[in-house]
C-alpha cells in the first residue's frame, strides 16, 4: 500500500498567521491521462465526515475559500491556510487516490495559538 | 444535491457479521463508484473498499477476506458486509462517492455523516 505521511501532527497557529501542512507519498502518484497529481486534502471539523477541500493537488473545490491552496509534485505536497481563521480548526487529512486501495494520512491537528 | 446516509445496527456482537447501507438521494447511482471508510476514535481514515453502479468490486487487501460489498440501484442503496468481527472493528463508518472522467478517477465527495459501530459482548 502507498503511505502517506503528514508533518507535523499538530500545529498551532495565531489568527490570521499562515498554517502550513506537509504530506509525502511512498511513492509517484502522477497520473499519466491527465499529468495531474491524484492528491486529496480534506478538513474534518469534530463529530464531522470529511470535507473535501483540494482535489489533483491544487484545485479548490467549489465553495472553499481562497485562503486554502494546495501544491506540490510527486511525492510532496503542501496545504497552505493563508490567512488563519478561527473555523479553519480542524484535523486535515491528505489522501492519494491513484493506487488501490486509496489511502490516507495519519492527519494534522490545526489549532489556535 | 446528491445525499448519502448510513444505517445500521449500533452495535455487534464479536465474531458476528456488521452489516450497513448506504442510501442515496438526490441523484441516480448510475456511473458512479460507491466507497466505503471507516475511522476509529481518534484515528485516521481507513478505506475499505468500493463498488461500481454495476457491481464491480475491489476490496483493501487488509480486509478482503472479510469484506463483501453490494448494490441496488432500484432502491438506490449499497450495502457493506464485515464477516468475524473484534473489538477492533469498532469506528466510525462513512459510505462515499466518486466517479471517473477520461480515464482519471476523482477522490470521494460528498460521504455521508457517518454511523458508530460498536464492536461488544
Known amino acids: 500500500d502507498i503511505v502517506m505521511t503528514q508533518s507535523p501532527d499538530s500545529l498551532a497557529v495565531s489568527l490570521g498567521e499562515r498554517a502550513t501542512i506537509n504530506c509525502k507519498s511512498s511513492r509517484n502518484i502522477l497520473h499519466s491521462s491527465n499529468s495531474k497529481n491524484s492528491l486529496a486534502w480534506y478538513q474534518q471539523r469534530p463529530g464531522q465526515p470529511p470535507k473535501l477541500l483540494i482535489s489533483?493537488?491544487?484545485t479548490r473545490e467549489s465553495g472553499v475559500p481562497d485562503r486554502f491552496s494546495g501544491s506540490g509534485s510527486g511525492t510532496d505536497f503542501t496545504l497552505t491556510i493563508s490567512s488563519l481563521q478561527a473555523e479553519d480548526v480542524a484535523v486535515y487529512y491528505c489522501?492519494?487516490?491513484?493506487?488501490?486501495?486509496?489511502?490516507f494520512g495519519q492527519g494534522t491537528k490545526l489549532e489556535i495559538k | 444535491q446528491v445525499q448519502l446516509q448510513e444505517s445500521g445496527p449500533g452495535l455487534v456482537k464479536p465474531a458476528e457479521t456488521l452489516s450497513l447501507t448506504c442510501s442515496v438521494s438526490g441523484d441516480s447511482m448510475r456511473n458512479y463508484f460507491w466507497s466505503w471508510i471507516r475511522q476509529p476514535a481518534g484515528k485516521s481514515l481507513e478505506w475499505i473498499g468500493r463498488i461500481s453502479s454495476s457491481g464491480d468490486s475491489n476490496y483493501n487487501p487488509s480486509l478482503k477476506s472479510r469484506v463483501t460489498m453490494s448494490v441496488d440501484t432500484s432502491k438506490n442503496q449499497f450495502s457493506l458486509r464485515l464477516t468475524s468481527v473484534t473489538a477492533a472493528d469498532t469506528a466510525v463508518y462513512y459510505c462515499a462517492r466518486w466517479d471517473c472522467r477520461g480515464g482519471a478517477c476523482n477522490p470521494e465527495d460528498p460521504w455521508g455523516q457517518g454511523t458508530l459501530v460498536t464492536v461488544s459482548s
Open positions: 489522501q492519494q487516490y491513484y493506487w488501490a486501495p486509496r489511502t
Open positions: 489533483w493537488a491544487s
